[in-house]
């Protein structure tokens, strides 16, 4: 049943479509910890950006008046107008996020191959970029808050990198607990972070309502105007405020859009306002306080417990960026454009909370790194936002096709309200490619590269079975085989993994050859992974029975879930299959990828594809097959 109801999550977990108000607090309070994070922490480093980063502007009153409109209508366009009112419609089952955007384009789309796959290289490009704004998060949200030690005690300078580096080394080394244990202390946390910074910024507003004034569009209009191409460049700084909007979408599936979009107006976006105005009011008292405005709000006796919840908060929004990492990484797998990987389950009740070792560790040495080399929270806020922005306009950009070929919208309605996206989306990335020599090359290198792992394992994939069909049979072909002359049947049952559901696996032919027997029962499993996040166990498994005691096993997935071949038996078995899990037999191929034939991938791609088969997670271990019962059989293929 599609969820393109206001709620999925919710409807999951009630029987009314308006859950009672207890559910909805605790949703609501979940989802500020989770998903708010990012967006929420920005507050310590947009407005100080604006006027003494590496772009800065000098502040005046024109000035501050024009970036604070501008950042107020940037989180009510982008935001609240954007994402909550119009791109979270886009969902695929309840679930959001770029790859879950790009499913539905795949799914539904009528469009001509060639057209279709333009669309799916940018949703794939877009996620991988999405890898940059993982590393480049946790990094500069802790060392922002780090850095406030600095208003209280400025000799601490010399300690903030290796402070910082300790805390997010920690951060990691933690995930392989999972986040379960300390998920329920996450939305409390953020919600004394957004009440504090809000009412720290009220005191300064009713200190200074002038400030108010920044609300009015104009003052932005007019600060572009005379600021021409400087100001022009402000807005790769004005964007830091908004660059967690990607993060409300992604994590759709696991809240519904009734208690995001409640949270944002009822709680985030209020006191980000103010907060914001509270800055602005600061700096037009006492310019010469722009090193810091965020901390300048605060009172002296309220400047230590401010740091450490600030640390809180950013460790927090680090959090739901690896979170987001894991599940990306997952959903890569499943959809066949990343490697088999190790993926854990951290929780028994929350099938979302996964651990991935490799993306974890690399993500680790990534966020030290940048930290290390960039040395300063402003140096590594000339790298952000170029990832986001144009994942933002790629979002754009689909939602465009999903919204006049699938939905039907109005053409020139359509038309008018993308342009409109697209022009700010547009005018944000140009204004943080600018920022290219500074450090806004990082996400983009990091984004082309694993953009080019993807296609390629996905290109080389394809090429591989290729090669495996030519040299197989159909399954009809080795029924008519057997029809002739049947080999020694052995008593036992055999499982053989297929790519393919209807050709034999090279491990039966190989097996026939050399050893000249058959199970008396034999079933070749497929695993298939639907472009839907879950697939109910009712469709899950189909089981085709077929002559001469073989069967057909399709086992369906969605990009949300995990295979798991024990759950597939037991669902096989319900259909009439009577096979016993400790008596079984697997049989896998295990091929030798060779390179040297012509074909459409160049030959160091090919190399590339070869080493990430040799390092891929075995079947064994990726369907967590038990080891005693595998039988291996190698295969040589030349691609």
């Not at 994402?83 to 001509?112: P, V, W």
């Not at 996620?127 to 030690?149: C, F, H, N």
């Not at 400087?230 to 992604?250: I, M, Q």
Request: glycine share 8%.
């Amino acid at each position: 049943m599609s969820t393109t109801s206001e709620d999925s999550h919710l409807s999951s977990h009630s029987h009314s479509s308006d859950p009672d108000f207890k559910r909805l607090a605790s949703l609501s309070l979940a989802a500020l910890g989770v998903v708010f994070g990012d967006i929420g922490t920005s507050p310590l480093y947009a407005i100080r950006e604006c006027f003494h980063g590496e772009f800065s502007i000098p502040v005046t009153h024109a000035n501050v008046l024009g970036v604070l409109s501008l950042l107020i209508w940037a989180l009510i366009l982008i935001v609240t107008l954007k994402y909550l009112t119009f791109i979270m419609r886009a969902d695929n089952e309840g679930e959001g996020g770029i790859l879950a955007l790009t499913s539905l384009i795949i799914s539904h789309s009528k469009k001509n191959k060639s057209e279709r796959w333009v669309l799916v290289w940018l949703g794939l490009f877009g996620a991988a970029l999405l890898y940059g704004d993982g590393m480049i998060t946790p990094s500069i949200s802790v060392l922002s808050a780090v850095e406030g030690i600095q208003v209280v005690a400025p000799s601490f300078s010399p300690f903030m990198i290796p402070v910082t580096i300790v805390i997010l080394a920690g951060l990691f080394l933690f995930q392989h607990h999972g986040t379960a244990k300390v998920g329920s202390f996450f939305g409390p946390v953020i919600l004394l972070w957004f009440t504090s910074i809000g009412l720290c910024g009220l005191v300064e507003i009713i200190r200074y309502p002038q400030i108010l004034q920044a609300f009015f569009p104009w003052y932005g209009i007019e600060f572009l105007m005379n600021n021409q191409a400087k100001g022009f460049l402000v807005l790769g700084a004005v964007f830091l405020a908004v660059t967690g909007a990607e993060a409300l979408y992604a994590d759709m599936g696991h809240f519904g859009k009734r208690p995001i979009r409640l949270t944002w107006l009822v709680l985030v976006l209020p006191s980000l306002l103010m907060n914001y105005f509270g800055q602005g009011a600061v700096l037009l008292a006492s310019p010469e306080k722009s090193s810091n405005p965020f901390y300048e709000l605060i009172p002296s006796w309220g400047l230590i417990p401010m740091v450490i919840l600030a640390t809180f908060a950013t460790i927090i929004a680090s959090q739901a960026l690896i979170t987001g990492v894991f599940s990306l990484t997952q959903q890569g797998i499943q959809l066949g454009y990343i490697p088999r990987l190790t993926v854990r389950h951290t929780s028994a009740s929350h099938i979302g909370q996964i651990y991935v070792p490799a993306a974890n560790w690399s993500l680790m040495f990534a966020t030290i790194a940048l930290v290390a080399g960039f040395g300063s929270s402003s140096k590594l806020a000339s790298a952000y936002g170029v990832a986001v922005t144009a994942t933002m306009l790629i979002s754009a950009i689909l939602f465009y096709y999903v919204a006049r070929d699938l939905w039907k919208w109005n053409r020139i309605g359509v038309d008018l309200l993308v342009g409109f996206f697209v022009i700010i989306d547009l005018s944000f990335f140009g204004a943080s490619v600018s920022k290219l020599l500074h450090g806004a090359w990082f996400p983009l290198v990091i984004g082309f590269v694993l953009f080019t792992v993807m296609l390629t394992w996905k290109q080389g994939r394809q090429l591989l079975m290729t090669q495996i069909q030519d040299r197989t049979l159909t399954l009809s072909e080795f029924a008519e085989s057997l029809a002739i002359q049947q080999p020694q049947r052995v008593k036992g049952q055999a499982v053989y993994l297929t790519a393919n559901p209807d050709i034999v696996p090279m491990a039966l032919l190989h097996n026939m050859r050399h050893n000249k027997i058959l199970h008396s029962e034999v079933a070749l499993f497929h695993f298939s992974t639907e472009r839907v996040p879950r697939v109910p166990n009712s469709k899950k498994v189909e089981v085709v029975q077929l002559n001469y005691g073989l069967y057909k096993i399709i086992a369906r997935y969605g990009f949300m879930e995990y295979p798991n071949i024990r759950q597939v038996l037991a669902l096989a078995n319900q259909q009439g299959m009577h096979f016993r899990p400790e008596a079984i037999s697997f049989f896998l191929n295990r091929e030798k990828i060779v390179t040297g034939m012509k074909s459409k991938m160049s030959n160091w791609r090919k190399k590339l594809f070869a080493l990430m088969a040799r390092n891929a997670l075995s079947a064994t271990d990726y369907y967590d097959l038990p080891s005693g019962q595998v039988i291996e059989i190698g295969v040589q293929v030349q691609i």
